[in-house]
């Protein structure tokens, strides 16, 4: 895939406007959480273990950003922190870093879609077809 998340967090903070109204509130930790999901025929939930991540809040221009990303990443875990800030405010000076964002996430979106539809087409050609009979 393209340039990541950090990398785009890295750009839009050598602008001094951006960097200035930035103040980190949680710095990056790694700890653990449990991981459940459901089981479709029953919908039951169940715990299938823990998982290590990295949670960080910041604020940007008075807007609180919060995120959490599998594994010990800090740099991933405050970009992502950044990132929901920038795009939970509503202010026309980041507007330009607001759709810089949009359209990376987009570019992604895109891109596991991609992935995605030639995981299915390659595991289509393994479906075996049963007859019936009579």
Known sequence: MGAGLPELMDELLVDDDLFATVRVISAPRTGSVQLQLREPVCDERFIIGDVVVTTAEVSVDGTAGWSMVMGEDPRGALAG???????S???SELKAPRDRILAALS???AELSDITTAEDAQLESTV???EELD
């Open 81 to 87: 922190a950044l990132a929901d800030a920038i795009l």
């Open 89 to 91: 405010t509503e202010s």
């Open 128 to 130: 075996i077809d049963f």
């Open 107 to 109: 570019r992604a979106a």
